[in-house]
């Protein structure tokens, strides 16, 4: 499994913060791994870089194949989003790690959308999580989209919208999918939305 992914985020004025790491480790595996946060501060800018440690010494270094590893990632993103926190007030965000097909979504007051083109049916879906740090495990075809999002883009971006910028089939690569999402974002800003975060993932 590839991924074509890009970011939306310009510091200016933005109160998110925003993570997107992508790699491939020596068996071939395609490594991804995003988050945004609703509020920069020093404990989200702490838990960015306590993810980005992670990825290199725990995701990167892993000898299981990707699905038991996933599982067993999976269950460590709590405690690092908790120690990043320190017991302070909590912070929406919204995540994705990808190994390979098999993908972990943790996600706390937000909504994250997936899309499809399978079968050429356009299709868009929003999930939407509350309070607690919820984990999501699954596994992904070919042709399917995440949208990760701050709630500045998804307050003035629905469905609709979000199928007409980015469910098309011009987008091979990263640079086509930062056009895209550059220009739903700009679209949204133009509107009068703020704080806006976004990362896209498009899995080949």
């Not at 725990?58 to 989003?81: F, S």
């Not at 943790?106 to 997936?114: K, S, Y």
Request: proline residues 2%.
């Amino acid at each position: 499994m590839e991924y074509v992914t890009a970011y939306f985020w310009h510091p200016q004025s933005n109160a998110c913060s925003l993570l997107l790491q992508q790699a491939e480790e020596r068996r071939g595996y395609q490594i991804v791994l995003a988050c945004i946060c609703e509020e920069s501060t020093s404990k989200t800018d702490y838990l960015i870089e306590a993810l980005r440690d992670w990825l290199c010494h725990e995701v990167l270094t892993g000898q299981k194949n990707p699905q038991k590893r996933l599982r067993a990632l999976a269950k460590r993103i709590p405690a690092i989003i908790s120690r990043a926190e320190r017991n302070k007030e909590e912070t929406p965000l919204c995540g994705i790690l990808c190994i390979d097909r098999y993908f972990c979504i943790f996600a706390r007051e937000c909504g994250i959308q997936i899309f499809n083109t399978c079968f050429g049916r356009a299709h868009a879906e929003e999930f939407l999580f509350k309070k607690e740090i919820n984990i999501q495990l699954g596994e992904l075809e070919s042709g399917v989209g995440i949208l990760l999002s701050s709630s500045g883009l998804r307050d003035k971006t629905d469905k609709q919208r979000t199928l007409e910028c980015l469910m098309v089939q011009e987008i091979l690569d990263n640079s086509g999918a930062e056009r895209h999402l550059k220009e739903m974002c700009t679209q949204a800003q133009s509107e009068g939305a703020t704080n806006i975060a976004a990362v896209l993932l498009l899995s080949k």
